[in-house]
């Protein structure tokens, strides 16, 4: 582990340390399973959101994509009567699509990834407004669904699916991240794509398959955020999450320049910023003031890795070896 | 009037200048030459108020300072023109010249006086002799003109030394010139330069007094009389520059790489053929912007060409992308070292195994421990000085890096590779042991276009020496007609009128 995610671990601990002695009911068996079952729910999407940062871009669409591939999925079982596993294929599909879209406006069409998923961010949220007429979709009054209903939204042994879910694509990801020959590529345009493009790597399909696995997780978490909500209002619903999402990866350490994050840290970010939500609530903090919390944490957290990283480099500057000295020392001086 | 005595600046185990002494004269052009890490930079740092000394006194006007700082720098009239060019692209020249010194009104808003700005910078660039004017947007000038922005800052704060450091690395020739003139034109105003470069031939031409900074002392001093290359070298050094040819051990045979009519997408003008053999070192000589850089992309793939054909080894590529160069063994070692050769900040080891990665994964998982290895075996092949594969790539020094990028492509099977300024800002002991790699490499049967703008070093190095201008090759030199003066006749296009 490294020292980022250490820091961000005690932070997590301490937050709860102190919230559970001032409130020993945060610390409950049914306080702790409710907050790892948004942990989860939010889990998924921060990690796409995650891998788009790692590139350099950022996607600002999922949120939007949540009311739009829920009123897909909602409308696939309820109308459609498609059965749920082939509704369920076709909501992770349409959210592939919907970033391979994404993608290949960034990756071909160059244009900047604010702009691209900003427009996605629009134009999904009207699509959603305007297929239901604003109206809110739901599940009626039928048990159909309950099947499908207890696998999104149950629990199993105490344990929230969402959360399950989260460990297993969590594990998957962090293969993919940081095992894998994609995930090295990834670092490497997020550091310096010219010299990825020199060294023979296809940047775009690279690129572009962060925004599909960020469009394909935003459809994952579409089906456990409908069944969570057991609605979709398509002028709220998902609201907000992308903020949430690309809060958690920041907090996780992954820079907006590109090239730095991790899986482990990202999951840790989207812990805290439950935690924070949930320590609103349970401290009796006015629930207005959830926000203002939540960016007060994370400008905390951004000026201490400031610090910590000015120390740091301080300290390498005075017990570096001679030879790495003498190599810094020349950087200036070399073209 | 300034005067450094028995300056030394120490790092933990590492002593970067050791009892320097250093005096400069209004109106004097002293060269400061020395290898990179010799303490040159460090010793301007502490000059312009940057970094204090460990040691030593700063005699200003002979009253005596223990260390400078950066105000104290400029109100003495120290002004740097920097290696790497500081101006602000999306301004105009007014604005950069007077940058952090706007004129302004009173009131809160401090509005800028444009008018009384442009009046101002407007004799500054008359006395420059430039041929822009206070309005014209940065981004619009040529990097000559850039640097004469700067030198133009200097002349605003009444510099009385104007430090330029490495100056006419991205100039053409015609554009070298003018800025020597410029020098002249300084000095004879009472302003003193100090001229760091690698390029000798300009230290000769402009310099008063050159001193020699070796290990961070003063190797030596040469007064004007005394100035020549190989004096200058010897300093450099303390020996003898061994001639840079190294014989070919193997005679090339065979056609390695034959371009024909190829017309780079950057420079749609040109048309290129030439001819490369199998196992030779070919320099290609040019001036700036005579289409090398455009021809070297094209053929890696960079920007695809848009005409021609290109045949390896006998038999033709198509190559659309550096992917399918690299696929069909064609390498490039580009010129930007750190924007396109490296990533910095990635480790060693992961900038080595970069372009083959897949080679060290097993089912699209990467293998640690053969990437390690990799690095090992080329780290004891290359002579890569780094404590070991973690570290990133921005810690070494610039011939240290170079070796990383070679390393990529050595650990794979080049068939050819094109060298584009392999030894740019790269230290006398490192080029010697890249030219020796390209040597064994061109005598194992790889075939080796080397771009410079280094006559010495295309002289010294090449087999075979191609030369272009204004897109085209204007003539192939055998090494019994290696000349400078041939050189630069086919790179001005002379031979092609003659002819």
Known sequence: MAKKELGLLGLLLAVGAITGVLNPRFLSAVNLLD????????????????????????????????????VIFIDLLTNHSVPWPAAILLTVGAGIVLGVLQGVLVTRAKLQPFVVTLCGLLIYRGAARYYTEDATMGFGYGDDYDWVGWLASGRSWGIPHSFILLVVVALAMWVVLHRSVFGRYLFAIGKNEEAARFAGIRTNAVVAGAYVISGGLAGLATVLLVF??????????????????????????????????????????TALLQVLQNLVNILGIPSSLNFAVMGTVILVGALADRVLQQRRARAVAHAGTPELRAGTAQVGETR | MLELVKIGRRYPGVVALDGVDFALAPGEVVGLIGENGAGKST????????????EGTIRLDGVAHAALDVTQATRAGIAFVHQELEVFDNLDVAANVFIGREPCGFGPLRLVRTRELERRVQ????????????????????????????????LSID????????????????????????????????????????????????????????????????????????????????????????????????????????????????????????????????????????????????????GGTIALHGTPVHIRSPREAI???????????????????????QNVTLPNLRAFARRLLVDPHAEAACFARERARLGIRAADGSVPAVTLSGGNQQKVVLAKWLSMQPRMIIFDEPTRGIDVGAKEEIYRLMRDLADAGVT???????????????????VMHAGRITGVLERPDFSELNVLRLAIGAAAEVA
């Open chain 1, 35 to 70: 907050m790892a079952n948004l942990i989860g729910l939010f889990g998924i999407f921060s990690i796409g959101e995650g891998i788009v940062i790692i590139t350099g871009g950022i996607d600002l669409s999922v949120g939007s994509m949540f009311a739009f591939l829920g």
């Open chain 2, 327 to 349: 696929a069909h063994g064609l390498y490039l070692v580009p010129e930007d070292r750190k924007r396109e050769g490296l990533v910095l900040d990635l480790p060693l080891t």
């Open chain 2, 123 to 154: 004799p500054l660039l008359e006395r420059l002799g430039a041929d822009f004017g206070p309005r014209t947007p940065v981004a619009e000038l040529s990097i000559a003109q850039r640097q004469m922005v700067e030198i133009a800052k200097a």
């Open chain 2, 448 to 466: 080796i276009l080397m771009i410079s703008s280094d006559m010495e070093e295309v002289l010294g190095v090449s087999d075979r020496i191609a």
């Open chain 2, 159 to 306: 510099a009385r030394v104007i430090i330029m450091d490495e100056p006419t690395s991205s100039l053409t020739l015609a554009e070298t010139d003018r800025l020597l003139r410029i020098i002249a034109e300084l000095k004879a105003s009472g302003v003193a330069v100090i001229y760091i470069s690698h390029r000798l031939a300009e230290v000769k031409q402009c310099a008063d007094r050159v001193v020699c900074l070796r290990d961070g002392r003063v190797a030596g001093e040469l007064a004007r009389a005394a100035i020549d290359h190989a004096a200058m070298i010897r300093l450099m050094i303390g020996r003898d520059l061994r001639s840079l040819y190294i014989p070919p051990r193997v005679p090339p045979h065979a056609e390695g790489c034959v371009i024909r009519n190829l017309v780079p997408a950057a420079m749609p003008e040109a048309e290129v053929s030439l001819t490369i053999r199998k196992g030779e070192i070919m320099g290609l000589a040019g001036l700036v912007g005579a289409g090398r850089t455009s021809l070297a992309r094209a053929l890696f793939g960079v920007d695809p060409p848009r």
């Open chain 2, 43 to 54: 010793l301007m740092k502490i000059l312009g108020g940057i970094i204090p000394p460990s």
């Open chain 1, 228 to 269: 969570y909500t057991n609605s979709v209002s398509p002028s709220s619903f998902g609201n907000f999450y992308e903020l949430y999402a690309i809060a958690a990866a920041v907090l996780g350490g992954c820079s907006l320049r590109g090239g730095e994050g991790s899986i482990l840290g990202i999951v840790l970010g």
